[in-house]
């Protein structure tokens, strides 16, 4: 998963995967909430202990950490990967250990995503193997899970994102796109890796539309996903427009899923799902490497709590060509990173955010 941001998939692909969804909320955001940003984590790109590693891609682009997590105690955990390496910073920024992945291993770990789940136990998406490994926080591998799907489905299949399961398992979401279509699902594996639900699977053909009936009941490309609390998931997929996105909240021991789609007045150059507080709310943010970027905080059914301005990314550091993206802890609290031309930082949004904003809501029907 590139740094939990999502970029948009081919325009033709996009008009044609959300033309059942007949339902959605409008929002336009007059003004939204003023805030302060604290930096907690800060190290300069490199290979050094304290720095963190970046790569230039096919397309040109520079890519640094792919992703990070936040636990209960409100920790940070980097997963550096193109150091090879796992670090974790509490609540104030302290590093308080790293440790390398893959030692010994025949071939090196490419580290996708990461998650924590309550119990401590860190796993990693490796795609160079297609597993999922379990480890303690000081980096003793516990398990190596193959999550890939069997029969395998046609063209490059990929762990795109990972979430903590319930009694220490965790769920992952993998997904492949040909010429011929797509195909995406959500299954849960259990704390030893034996495959206990497939929650989400989607099958589209080139057209985008579904091939058949099955679980979850989502239509659509997905785009990222977070685990809820209560028995849910929260699934983000593609709109039919850029300015749109679709959001659905599927139950995890079966049932109808409920969704919605969201339009802002604003180009959605890039959408990511931040995750869920221990309240239930979820986050969403959009361009958030743009100075206009913002995240969205959403109660259990889909209505919007805040509309939170995120800020300009570290004005006058420099503007390079990584990717950027953003988790919340269980408390609420919004961490965004942040990599400039030099570093990689990640902000803790303030608790001035809530000072002065006034969103505008018209929902049309109700969610379906």
Same mark, same amino acid.
């Given at each position: ?6 970029? @948009? ?41 304290? %720095? ?33 390496? $796992? ?19 025949? @071939?090196?770990?490419? *580290? ?19 597993? /999922? ?9 516990? %398990?190596?899970?193959? /999550? !890939? ?28 796109? &040909? ?12 704390? &030893?890796?034996?495959?206990?639900? /497939?929650?989400?699977?989607? !099958? ?14 989502? %239509?659509?490309?997905?785009? %990222? ?8 998931? $929260? ?22 899923? !409920? !969704? ?21 709310? /979820?986050? *969403? ?36 060509? $990584? ?41 049309? &029907?109700?969610?379906?």
């Amino acid at each position: 998963m590139q740094l939990m941001t999502i970029r @948009r998939p081919p325009l033709a692909i996009l008009l044609a995967v959300l033309t059942l969804v007949a339902s959605f909320a409008l929002v336009r955001v007059d003004r939204v909430a003023t805030h302060g940003t604290e930096t907690v984590v800060d190290g300069p790109w490199g290979a050094e202990a304290e %720095a963190f590693g970046r790569a230039r891609g096919p397309d040109g682009r520079e890519s640094g950490p792919r992703s990070f997590a936040v636990d209960r105690e409100g920790h940070i955990f980097v997963a550096d990967t193109f150091n090879g390496r $796992v670090k974790e910073y509490d609540a104030g920024g302290r590093l308080l250990r790293q440790f390398a992945v893959g030692e010994g291993f025949a @071939r090196k770990p490419f *580290l996708e995503d990461l998650t924590v789940t309550p119990a401590g136990h860190i796993y990693l998406a490796d795609n160079a193997g297609g597993t /999922v490994l379990k480890v303690d926080r000081d980096g003793r591998l516990l %398990a190596t899970f193959n /999550v !890939r799907p069997a029969p395998p489905p046609e063209g490059l299949w990929r762990i795109e994102s990972l979430a903590p399961g319930p009694d220490d398992g965790v769920y992952v979401l993998g997904m492949a796109l &040909t010429d011929k279509g797509y195909t995406a699902s959500v299954r849960l594996f259990s704390e &030893t890796g034996a495959l206990r639900a /497939v929650v989400v699977e989607v !099958r589209l053909d080139a057209t985008g539309q579904p091939l058949g009936k099955r679980p979850g009941s989502v %239509a659509g490309l997905i785009s %990222a996903f977070t685990a809820a609390g209560n028995g849910r998931l $929260v699934l983000m997929t593609a709109g039919e427009t850029p300015f749109q996105r679709g959001l659905h909240v599927v139950p995890t021991g079966g049932g109808q899923a !409920r !969704r919605w789609l969201y339009e802002s007045s604003t180009y959605i150059e890039e959408a990511s799902l931040l995750g869920a507080d221990r309240s239930g709310h /979820v986050y *969403l943010g959009a361009n958030l490497s743009k100075p206009d970027g913002w995240v969205v905080r959403l109660d259990g059914d889909g209505q919007v709590q805040e509309v939170i301005g995120a800020g300009p990314p570290q004005p006058g550091r420099g503007s390079p060509a $990584v990717l950027f993206g953003g988790r919340v802890g269980q408390r609420g609290d919004i961490f965004l990173a942040r990599p400039t031309a030099d570093r990689f930082v990640i902000v803790r949004l303030s608790s001035e955010r809530h000072i002065g904003f006034r969103p505008v809501w018209r929902q049309v &029907t109700g969610p379906r």
